[in-house]
């Protein structure tokens, strides 16, 4: 495939099969026109930048019935008002007054972080194409555009409102196809010495873990320092430095600066020489990962499967879009999972893309049965400190489960 970036013939290192929409979750069991794509990655061995060979087109993933809103974890409101709070201080820092001081968050949700900064007296903007959550976001007083980020609107944000000292995104920056125009549109939105900060989840990460349920039709890419700081470098962007977070299963926070030159943290060089071992430039490493999602495949259906002899009833817990990844891919249905429980009311009473799995109220959880399966792995921590009363035995598909 052509590399989305430089344009160039890059390999393709592995293929997860036919994929339906990850958030395609459906009203009825059966629909005979649920829409599938063949799911495969490539990487550009030039540097690292890891991405999707083929992905549906945004606005059927993006639309008004998103169905992710960051208010109904506990955990992200936590880390959005952390965010809130650095973004602050590094205003702070650099003597901007808030009332001098524009933020604009790409991808804002419900607004959960930007609501921090309207309190503090911030000039805020949000960035968000999904209509139902652009308008929650609304209700809470959070300017929404509800719009895809690209340079015409990066001009008509710049022209009616000025440059802004912040840009900041969170698990956005890896679903947007055109890196390029991306990559200018923060730049146009950006004052001179302002400040791009975007988190996303982190190819080295994924490797270790070989948590492949973080690649799905909306991330187009998976980054790491080396990629984004070769990317982002070319509009006027430097990456200065890196912070590595718990949050969606391992995600890397990145900090740049539009300016023509500034000294990188040690955090950075250590990471870049960190990535250079781990071999994010080599084919090998890819394809030691793709031998690595075949194995946790098989051993993870074969799990299952050894349950349901013994008449285990199997629950899976959140019906996440990586479940959607996990399911499809290692081909288990209703045959092996007798329903997802899940907390989020617009997922209720529906059924999971492509195999069509039941979603139930969490209520459902109890009686409890006697396997469940964590999909939302990545919230491990808050799930068990909820989950006490819990007896039964929690699995996952990762890699860990099954190479011990």
């Not at 490539?42 to 992710?68: C, I, K, R, T």
Request: contains cysteine; negative net charge.
């Amino acid at each position: 495939m052509k590399c989305r970036f430089s344009g160039k013939d890059i390999p393709v290192v592995h293929s997860f099969g036919m994929q339906p929409l990850a958030n395609g979750f459906l009203q009825e069991p059966a629909i005979k026109d649920e829409y599938f794509f063949e799911m495969s990655v490539a990487v550009n061995l030039e540097n690292g930048l890891f991405q999707l060979v083929n992905q549906p087109d945004p606005s059927q993933m993006f639309h008004e019935n998103y169905a992710f809103y960051s208010r109904t974890s506990n955990f992200m409101k936590k880390h959005f008002e952390g965010v809130a709070s650095e973004l602050r201080d590094m205003l702070k820092k650099d003597n901007i007054a808030p009332e001098d001081s524009f933020v604009v968050e790409v991808g804002s949700n419900d607004g959960v972080m930007l609501e921090h900064m309207v309190n503090a007296g911030i000039e805020s903007l949000g960035i968000e194409p999904s209509l139902n959550v652009a308008q929650e976001s609304n209700k809470y007083g959070i300017e929404t555009i509800s719009e895809f980020l690209n340079t015409d609107l990066a001009n008509e944000v710049r022209d009616s409102k000025g440059p802004a000292n912040v840009v900041y995104a969170a698990n956005v920056f890896c679903h947007i196809p055109d890196i390029n125009d991306l990559a200018e549109s923060c730049s146009i939105l950006l004052k001179e010495d302002g400040y791009l900060i975007f988190e996303d989840p982190y190819l080295g990460d994924v490797l270790q873990k070989v948590s492949y349920d973080q690649i799905y039709d909306e991330h187009v890419y998976l980054f790491s320092c080396t990629a984004v700081q070769d990317v982002f470098k070319k509009y006027g962007l430097e990456l200065f430095d890196c912070k590595h977070l718990e949050t969606h299963g391992g995600s890397m926070r990145y900090y740049f600066k539009k300016t023509a030159s500034i000294q990188i943290s040690d955090t950075l060089s250590k990471q870049i020489e960190q990535e250079e071992i781990m071999g994010i430039k080599e084919l090998e490493t890819y394809n030691q990962f793709s031998e690595n999602c075949e194995f946790a495949k098989n051993e993870f259906k074969k799990s299952l499967e050894i349950f349901k002899e013994k008449d285990h009833r199997i629950i899976g817990y959140g019906a996440t879009s990586k479940s959607t990844t996990i399911l499809n891919y290692c081909d288990v249905g209703n045959d092996l999972i007798d329903y997802f429980v899940d907390t989020t009311p617009i997922k209720q009473n529906t059924y999971t893309p492509g195999k069509h799995i039941p979603v139930l109220p969490y209520s459902a959880f109890v009686p409890h049965p006697e396997v469940a399966v964590l999909f939302a792995w990545n919230h491990k921590q808050e799930i068990m400190n909820k989950e006490k009363d819990f007896s039964g035995k929690w699995i996952t598909h990762l890699f860990e489960e099954f190479s011990k």
